[in-house]
C-alpha cells in the first residue's frame, strides 16, 4: 500500500511536470484526484488493511493527497504567472523601437513646377511677386493697351464678377491672364523692376486642352536701356536652366497689344534634337519642324509704360509669358491626352512625379 500511494504521488508528479495548459492540469486533477479517480479508488481499499495498519495507512493516504492537491495549485500558479509575464511582453511598449511611418505624399506637380520656376528666375534676380486674382479690369486689359471692344479681348473668355462697378478701374473679374501683375508692378514705379509673376489664370473654357483655372509665369524687366538682346538672353538662359543645356531659343516676330516688337517664344526640341527628323529620316512627330511654341514676349509697348506712368522715353523693359502646366508638361516629354488630369486628384497619376 505505502509503495502504491509513493508510485501514485510520481505519477501526479510526472504528469503535473508535463501539462503546460489549465485544460491539462484539469484532467490530472480528475484522473487522479476526482471522486471516480485512482486515490479515491486506493482509499477505498483501505477497508481491506489489517485494523492495527490502518491508521498509520490512512493518515499516510491523507498527507499524498494534500501533497498532490498542493502540487496541483502549485502548477496552476505557476501556469497563471506565466500566462500573465506572457502577456506583459506582448503588450511592452518599446519606446526605443522605430515607428510605423505615415503614409506621406508630397508637393502636387504644379506646385512643384512652380517652385522650381520661381527659383531659376531669383538666381538671376526676378522677384516672385503675387497678386489678386479677382482683379480690376484695368490691369487685366485697360492698362496693357486693350481698351474697352478692342477685339483682342475676345480671346480671353473672362469671367465677370457680380460687383459694383469702379469709374476709374471698370469691371470686376477674375484675370484670364497673369499679366496683370505686370501691369501692377510697372504701377508701383519701384525701378529697376525685375519680377516674376506666377499666378492662377481663370478662363471660361473646359476641354482637353483648356481648364479654367491654370497657372502662367509672366517675368517683366524694366529699366533703362533694357534691349531685346536682354529678352534673348534671359530667355536663353531659362531654357537652359529649366530644359538642359543643348536646347535652343528661338523669337518669331508676332503681334500682342502690350508689346512692340513682340515674339511668339519657341524652343527646340528635344526629342529629335531641334532637326525635325529622327534617325530613321522619320518625321518629328512631337515638333513643328524642330521646335515646340513655348509662349509669347517682346519689349513693352510705350502706351503700357505710358499707363503706369512712366516715361517710355527714358525707360524701356521686356516681358514674356508662358504656361505653367504646359511648359512643365514639355519638359517632362509628357504628351497628356487631356489637360484635365492633372486636376483629377487622381493619385495614380499623381505619385509618378
Ligand atoms: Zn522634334
Known sequence: MEDQLNALKLAVDTALAK?????????????????????????????????????????????????????????????????????????????????????????????????????????????????????????????????????ARDEWETFFMDAPESSKMGKMILTPHATNGTARILAEKQLPIRAINIAKDYRRQMDVTHVPMFHQFDGVYV??????????????????????????????????????????????????????????????????RGWLELGGGGMLHPNVLKAAGLDPKKYSGLAFGMGVERTYMMKEGMQLDDIRTLYKNDLRFLKQF
Open 223 to 288: 529699366d533703362e536701356g533694357v534691349a531685346i538682346t536682354h529678352l534673348r538672353g534671359v530667355l536663353d538662359y531659362f531654357v537652359k536652366e529649366f530644359f538642359g543645356p543643348e536646347r535652343q531659343v528661338r523669337l518669331r516676330p508676332f503681334h500682342f497689344r502690350f508689346t512692340e516688337p513682340s515674339f511668339e517664344i519657341d524652343v527646340s526640341c528635344g526629342v529629335c534634337g531641334g532637326s525635325g527628323v529622327l534617325g530613321d529620316k522619320q518625321k518629328c512627330r512631337v515638333c513643328k
Open 19 to 151: 501539462a503546460a495548459t489549465e485544460v491539462e492540469i484539469e484532467a490530472i486533477e480528475i484522473k487522479y484526484l476526482g471522486r471516480k479517480g485512482e486515490l479515491t479508488a486506493m482509499l477505498k481499499n483501505l477497508a481491506n488493511v489489517s485494523a492495527e495498519d490502518r491508521p498509520r495507512f490512512g493518515s499516510m493516504a491523507n498527507e499524498i493527497k494534500r501533497q498532490m492537491e498542493a502540487a496541483v495549485a502549485s502548477k496552476r500558479g505557476e501556469l497563471n504567472q506565466a500566462k500573465l509575464a506572457n502577456l506583459a511582453e506582448q503588450e511592452r511598449e518599446d519606446v526605443t523601437e522605430p515607428g510605423t511611418r505615415p503614409p506621406e505624399g508630397h508637393l502636387h506637380v504644379v506646385t512643384k513646377a512652380i517652385n522650381e520656376l520661381t527659383s531659376i528666375f531669383e538666381k538671376i534676380g526676378f522677384t516672385r511677386t503675387r497678386f489678386p486674382e479677382v482683379e480690376w479690369d484695368w490691369f487685366s486689359f485697360e492698362a496693357l493697351n486693350m481698351h474697352k471692344d478692342h477685339p
